[in-house]
């Protein structure tokens, strides 16, 4: 029966304390630094909290259940989750291929503190992922990118890396464990930023890594411990507090960017809109096979910056503002930041406003056109 449950009572199922009479429901956060030792050197299960905490075991038992994976560790940040594992794996004299068209503060730390260490770094499309993993030793991939929302053939590439004996980390921040599971396509771990859908409120940073490799993830687990990238209690437990209506909120940022992306795709303002949901997105037949949902992000490029600045100060309902995942529907001009974008190009990351009234809003903020 578990493995038919929908995604917001898994996001339940995930967060559920132990059952035990007399005590909450909802576990409160246990932020602590020092916890009483066993006179057994070998008998606490935490000692210090740089290495362990109660709070954190309990909200990476749910990401490891939502993710399918077997254990999953927290992190400080998506930044700090990914930027961890890449020490871990991508060694002196290996090769590491990063996404080209996503999160641009990847190919960044890749080229400044990776490749000075002896990493060649190879910096690869979404189309093109396959054809670099032949020759690495670890493919970072990012599907669906951000911000372009192209998508990786996660079943393809990881039957390449199989072949080559390559490693490949997959970042799943913008489809969520909602929206695809890529350990079950064959990664070997996965990477995301917690700071977006899962949290979803705009108050906390906060990442994981997921896997089902014991040594590889013990590894992971030792750089954290080593150069101390932990998540605080307190924000383990708003995310954990969060993640209890995930499923939901996913959903309708799920609904409400397909509804906008049909909307935008025959607006005389938009030039562009890309959303893997559309029957006529380059990336819908691959999306339609490796995913649940669809995301809740739309690309729409509009004239000039000008424009995507008109759109937000015409609306009742957007806001401008960087991150993605959160209850506000959100307008980002992603050019600001560096990627290789149009001036125009604006990356809408879907709220939990009703449809019909989100819908309304923008189409009267672009005006005729």
């Known amino acids: 029966m578990a493995g038919t449950y929908g995604d917001s009572t898994r996001s339940v199922k995930a967060v559920g304390a132990e059952a035990i009479p007399g005590l909450p429901v909802s576990s409160p956060p246990v932020p602590a630094a020092a916890y009483h030792l066993a006179p ?132 799943n921040t913008t489809a969520t464990p909602f929206g695809q599971q890529p350990l079950s396509l064959g990664a070997d771990l996965v990477v995301a930023s917690a700071t977006k859908a899962l949290a979803g409120h705009h108050d906390v940073l906060a990442g994981y890594v997921a896997g089902s490799q014991p040594e590889l993830m013990e590894r992971v687990q030792r750089e954290r411990l080593h150069a101390g990238p932990i998540l605080g209690a307190f924000e383990a437990w708003l995310v954990l507090r969060s993640l209890g209506s995930a499923g939901l909120r996913f959903e309708r940022q799920c609904q409400n960017a397909a509804a906008l992306a049909l909307m935008l795709r025959s607006h005389p303002a938009v030039h562009t809109v890309r959303y893997p949901g559309l029957p006529e997105d380059p990336s819908h037949a691959v999306a339609s096979m490796q995913m649940r949902r669809f995301g809740g992000i739309v690309a729409a490029e509009l004239g000039d910056a000008q424009a995507v600045h008109d759109l937000v100060r015409r609306s009742a309902l957007l806001i401008a503002s960087t991150s993605f995942g959160g209850i506000h529907t959100s307008v980002d001009r992603r050019a600001r930041w560096g990627d290789h974008v149009s001036d125009g190009f604006a990356r809408i990351s879907l709220g939990i406003e009703d449809t019909d009234d989100l819908v309304d809003d923008v189409r009267q903020a672009l005006g005729a056109g």
């Open 40 to 171: 057994d050197e070998d008998g606490s299960l935490d000692s210090y909290g740089r290495s362990s905490n109660p709070t954190w075991r309990q909200l990476e038992s749910a990401l490891a259940r939502l993710e399918g994976a077997a254990t999953a560790l927290v992190f400080g940040s998506g930044m700090a989750a990914l930027t961890s594992v890449l020490r871990v794996v991508a060694e002196p004299g290996h090769t590491l291929v990063v996404p080209a068209d996503g999160y641009y503060q990847v190919r960044a730390y890749a080229k400044e503190y990776l490749a000075p260490r002896g990493v060649t770094v190879v910096e690869a499309r979404c189309a093109e992922m396959c054809d670099a993993a032949r020759d690495a030793d670890v493919v970072l991939a990012e599907t669906p990118s951000n911000p372009g929302l192209d998508v990786v053939d996660l079943h393809r590439l990881a039957m390449t890396c199989r072949a080559q004996r390559t490693l490949l980390v997959v970042d």
